[in-house]
């Protein structure tokens, strides 16, 4: 077997800068991930870029399927997280369960 190194592969974490201790353990270690080997380097820290808006492919929220009440339930999951923004759905976004969202 080969092993083949690609400059584009990267794993990307998300995580709180007060959780990056808990990822530098990983750091040099093998994974087989879906029966391939993958080694880690050593870990970039980089803080988020603020964006202007956010589009979102996928919002899912449990019992929320009509366009109405799934909207609110956006806002107040955002406000609970202090984000500010305006939640819309696309106009022609039959809600279904999951919906596409931009703010």
Request: charged content about 30%; proline content about 8%.
């Amino acid at each position: 077997m080969h092993q083949r190194r690609l400059s584009l592969e990267r794993l990307r974490l998300r995580i709180p800068a007060d959780h990056y201790r808990d990822v530098l353990p990983l750091a040099g270690k093998r994974l087989d991930i879906g029966g391939h080997q993958i080694r880690l380097g050593l870990p970039v820290a980089r803080p988020l870029d603020p964006a202007p808006s956010l589009y979102a492919r996928a919002v899912t929220i449990k019992k929320f399927t009509e366009a109405g009440p799934f909207i609110e339930a956006v806002k107040r999951k955002l406000d609970s997280f202090d984000v500010k923004g305006r939640v819309e759905l696309p106009r022609d976004q039959a809600v279904s369960g999951t919906a596409n969202a931009a703010l």
